[in-house]
């Protein structure tokens, strides 16, 4: 089985305020749903009130990311499946449960994770 990134960035999420508790229950069924399939590896969004920090191989931490690097926001969903279509019709559901499109990433194979 192969781990998938699913993936949208914050300002994809456009929507009227009022409907936010509609798309987080929808967004839940979605998570929920993974969970029961027994596919759901890890799912959450990034805190986007917490600045980032990079960490050098000497310990040193610095303020922001790497240079030419976008800081990730918005939210992130991985999950375990046998095959791309699949992983497509998992990001189908999210898409339409967090009413944006949905980026689709294939982790690479690593036999010690």
């Known amino acids: 089985m192969t781990k998938y990134l699913i993936s949208f960035p914050s300002e994809a999420m456009v929507f009227p ?62 999950l375990e499946l046998p095959s791309r279509q699949e992983a497509l019709d998992w990001a189908a559901k999210i898409a339409v449960a967090c009413r944006c499109s949905q980026a689709v990433r294939q982790f690479g194979y690593d036999p010690a994770s």
Do not use: M, W
């Open 17 to 78: 305020a009022e409907d936010f508790e509609v798309v987080v229950e929808a967004s839940h069924a979605v998570i929920d749903e993974a969970k029961k399939a027994g596919v759901y590896v890890f799912g959450g969004g990034i805190d986007e009130t917490v600045d980032p920090v990079l960490v050098a191989a000497d310990g040193s931490v610095t303020e922001g990311s790497h240079a030419g690097h976008e800081v990730p926001n918005g939210g992130y969903l991985v």
